[in-house]
């Protein structure tokens, strides 16, 4: 069971990812901890989201009550990764305290269904977001139209997302 949101943060980031915000993926994580989250959900993605579900379980020693979901957009999702992806998800998802498997098949919109899921169970989303659309870009939006805290480790991209077209008066 997912536990209360206000100690929950979820990641997401794109499946280009690679690799280079390690250190500040880890101090995130760490200063999450800090401040009071116990919960991490990682929505088991290739790139970002299998990192931040690695990082999560490479501190969890160290942490008493540190909880990583794997949030699983429909069962299978690893076959089509590469054999290297693939071999990760199993270790991260063998690995995590609880896995939540969204939908039996794919289906269109189960990717969207995932992304909602993350921002509507959690009060912090940490993410690796370039400025392009796609589905970490849908997942910050909801994570803003929410109020939720937002911290974006991506280095070249400032985090600012229009949630709504401005009205004229």
Known sequence: MIA???TTAAFTGHRTYDGT???ALAAAVERAYMRGYRTFLTGMAMGFDLAAGEAVLAL???H?????????????QE???????RARFRAVEAASDEV??????FHRGCYAIRNRFLA????????WYDGSSGGTQYTLRRAFARSLEVWNLHPAAPLSIRTADPELF
């Open 4 to 6: 209360v949101p206000g």
């Open 79 to 85: 076959e089509r990764f590469s054999a290297e992806d």
């Open 120 to 127: 509507d169970n959690a009060s912090l989303v940490v993410a």
């Open 100 to 105: 939540v498997i969204l939908s039996e098949t």
């Open 21 to 23: 915000a390690g250190e």
């Open 60 to 62: 969890r020693a160290k």
């Open 64 to 76: 008493p009550g540190m909880r990583l979901v794997a949030v699983i957009p429909f069962r299978g």
